[in-house]
Structures are given as C-alpha cells and as structure tokens.
C-alpha cells in the first residue's frame, strides 16, 4: 500500500529538525500533499517548535499567484518568503532528491477571506441569507479565480493536484460556533444548501425553470421543518434519496436545485481540465449526491471530470465501518484511480487491528494509496503507529 501525508508549509519547516522528508521516506510515506491555498482555522500542533496552538491565516496561497486572476486576488500568506523559493518550490526540489511524489492540495471555493470582500460572489439561500465562507462556482468571477490558480499550480514541478471545495459549499460549514437547535443534515441541509444567487438564478431560468417559484418553495419547506417544527421533538426528513418517496414531503425543487449545480460544475470542470492538460487531477468526492461540503458528488464529479482523474474519498470523521460502506458506494467501483484519506485518532479508530482492517479493505477494493491526515496534527507516536500498519 501507497501512502501520503497531508501537510502545510509550516509542518515541513518544523520536520526539518525530524529529519525532513527522509524520515518520511523511512516511514513508507512516498508523497507530500502540500497545502497551496488554505482556509481559516485553529489547530492544535503537538510537536510544532514554535507553539501547540496555532492560527491559521484565512484564505490565503503558499506560492507566487502569476496568472489573471481578476476580482479575486489572492493574499500570499506569510510562508512565501520575499525572495527564494516559495514553499511548493522548495518542497519540489527537496522531493526531488528523496525521491517523493508532490501534490498541490488546493482549496477553491471555501474562502471566508475573499467572501467578506466580495459578498457578492457568495452562495445565497432561498432566504436571501449570504455564506460568506463560500464562494459560488456558478460566478464568472469564481470561475475566472479558479482556472488562473490551477493554471498557475499546473506551472509547477507537481505531479497532482488536488481539488478540493471546487463546488459549491453549503450549510454545514462546521465554524464561526454554528449553533442550531436542528441538526443540518440530509433532505434539512440540501435545503438550506440551494443557492439562489444571481448567477445560479439565471443558470435556472436558462434550464426553463422558474427560480422564484423554486426559491419559495424550498422556504417553505424549511419554514416547515424549522419555523413551525419543535426542536424537542424535529420531523425525521430523508438522509438519503432512498428515503424520499416515503417521507410524504414536497420536495420537486430538489431535482431543479441538482441539475443546476451540475451544470454549474461540468462547466467549471471543463475550465480546470483546459488548464491542467499535462498535470494529473485528484477529485475530492463524497458519495451523497446531495452533499455540498468541501468535497464533489460522486454525480457532480462524474459530469464534471473524466473517470481517469483520481478520486479522493476524504473520510475524516469516518472509522473502518464507514469507509466501507463509501467503498461500496454506486459509481465509485467502476472509478479507475481511487484513494482513501483517514485521519487517524479516536473514536474512528483505536486500535491497529481498526487500521489493518482499513489497509485490508482498500486493498480488495483495489486502492492503491491511502493519505493520512495530517502531518501537524498527529503525534509523532500516531504518525509511525499509523504509517507501520497501513503500508505493511
């Protein structure tokens, strides 16, 4: 089994004084994927030198932005030195003498930074209500920002890049102390997920639907489950398509809303594809075909991209019975080039026995490398735990 570790560039100034990229080499990790345009957050570090909790910078890229990218300009974070190589450089050079595989693992769309400065580029729900952390790929403006920086990181000495929150994001966006006395999940999210911004609107029209009377009617469908719902005692709505004939509910506005953001995103995924001609894509996906987190669709990621770009399933928050059950996921077996990113703490797993049972999965199912998140974030006794059963 193949293995790759996610990192950031200041996880790999600080795994200069552990042996840099060689002690990951001794460790079976054969590839980096390096962050190249990040969001907010805050971590806790436990070997980093220079503190445990860190801070990270909003929206900013760790390289030399070249290209046009129009409205939206990128901030270069503070990792980019004034003169030098920027970190994905050096990194580039540094894999080249150990022998180890570069990927640019690029954030696009979830970037609270620029969605401050330009709200109007921004999701906006059937309420008018604006998701500053989200920008809208159906925006030209967005569009013209995504193509100039996979163009720029295809310019680089990387063999991958990454795509991740290249659709749209939705409700459940997971900071600024979300609190909601209903739990934003399946048919509820989706709800609160549809975009209704103008350019979404006009793609709706365009498709010879009405975006008014969609807008209102998926009002009133939240408006029913949460204004006129009991939080002591919430309607149970569909988690998954198969769940939505019996549940009774109106839901017409969903196949409207879908076939919109597919639209959306086959265009955008022509974009980056025209860019990227000689680098090799990997597709962040997630088997819910109503999901609008940081990864695609299985559905939107087929429209979008060939069936030869990798696909990443990101199981974060997922132990060995779900990632088997993604796994299983339809559309995704006859996927050529597939990969499973864990994260590898507790409560998914707790024990080497859990990650033996993941390694013995991805290989029936014939993945052929497995990412670990994430190399600032683990111990260093979790990272070799990790590294020693998932390669063997």
Known sequence: MKLCVYAHPFDLQALAG???????RDLG??????????HDGRWLMPWHPGGVVRFLEDGCVHFRPRGDYGQL???????????????????????????????????????????????????????????????????????????AMVRDLAAHDVQTIELEALGQMGFKHSSHHDKASFTPSGLLDAALSACFCDACSAS?????????????AVVAFVQTQVRDGDAMAPTKVPAAPAELAASGLDT?????????????????????????????????????????????????AAVAFPA???????????????????????????????????????PQFGSDDDLAR???????????????????????????????????
Not at 29 to 38: D, F, K, N, Q
Not at 73 to 102: N, Y
Not at 204 to 216: H, I, N, S, V, Y
Not at 312 to 339: E, F, N, Q, W
């Open 18 to 24: 552990h042996g840099g990229l060689a002690r990951l």
């Open 29 to 38: 990790i054969g590839e980096v994927a390096l962050a190249t345009s990040y």
């Open 73 to 147: 300009q990128p901030r270069v974070s503070s990792s980019v030195p004034a003169t030098g190589p920027s970190p994905l450089e050096r990194l580039a050079q540094e894999a080249t003498r150990t022998g180890t595989a570069v990927r640019a693992w690029t954030v696009f769309t979830h970037n609270s930074r620029l969605g401050e400065a330009h709200p109007q580029q921004c999701v906006q729900n059937a309420f008018g209500d604006l998701y500053r952390y989200a920008l809208c790929p159906a925006q030209p403006a967005v569009r013209q920002y995504t193509a």
């Open 204 to 216: 709706m029209a365009a498709a010879g639907a009405d975006p008014e009377r969609l807008q209102a």
């Open 252 to 300: 017409g506005w969903l196949a409207a809303v879908l076939a919109t953001r597919a639209c959306t995103l086959q265009e955008l995924g022509a974009a980056v594809v025209d860019a990227t001609p000689r680098t090799a894509r990997a597709v962040q996906v997630h088997p819910n075909p109503w999901f609008t987190g940081s990864q695609l669709s299985l559905d939107t």
């Open 308 to 346: 030869s770009d990798e696909r990443v399933l990101t199981c974060y928050g997922d132990g060995p019975d779900a990632i088997a059950k993604m796994l299983a996921s339809p559309g995704l077996a006859a996927v050529p080039h597939r990969r499973v990113c864990l994260w590898p703490k507790a």
């Open 358 to 392: 993941v390694r013995d999965l991805c290989q029936r199912a014939g993945v052929a490398t497995i990412a670990i998140y994430h190399l600032g974030l683990l111990p260093w006794r979790t990272l070799e735990r990790a590294a020693k059963m998932l390669s063997a």
